[in-house]
């Protein structure tokens, strides 16, 4: 009799902290705009629908196995950062150079630097309903209605 083990691979966090407020410190002093290229992909889920994915995962005896705890619509880091800047209703103009990302979160910003396309197919396939598949919503509930970040 085997043990039902799920592993999930989670993409960038949105919440209180994290990568989050450091993403969005330079739109507060309206230096904000394009990380790297910009067409690297993040793959980024609210807080409240990773946890709310982790326990469907743990209630629902179907799922097993790998498991990405993403939201179902990533985003290059253009899209996200002209995101940001809406909801912040700042100005999105001046690159930000990876290394400042690589100074400040260290290994974390691998993720951020060099992208990453996750799409959370096992969680879809299974029913999973998200609150936050839309970016723009997601960070709008973190930044302009809570003002946390």
Do not use: C
Not at 45 to 73: F, K, L, Q, W
């Amino acid at each position: 009799m085997g043990i039902r083990t799920v592993y999930a691979r989670f993409g960038v966090m949105l919440g209180e902290k994290g990568a989050l407020p450091l993403m969005v410190l330079p739109y507060k002093f309206l230096a904000g705009g394009t990380i790297g290229t910009g067409r690297q992909w993040l793959s980024w889920i609210h807080v409240e629908d990773a946890a709310e994915m982790i326990r469907y995962a743990v209630e629902n005896a179907g799922i097993s196995g790998p498991m990405n705890v993403t939201a179902p619509n990533p985003a290059e880091m253009k899209q996200f950062g002209k995101a940001i800047a809406r909801v912040k209703h700042r100005p999105h103009w001046l690159p930000v150079p990876e290394f400042f990302l690589s100074k400040a979160l260290g290994e974390m910003s691998l993720l951020i630097v060099k992208g990453q396309r996750a799409l959370p197919k096992k969680a879809i396939t299974y029913g999973f309903r998200f609150t936050y598949s839309d970016l723009e919503y997601a960070l709008s509930q973190l930044i302009a209605d809570r003002k946390t970040v």
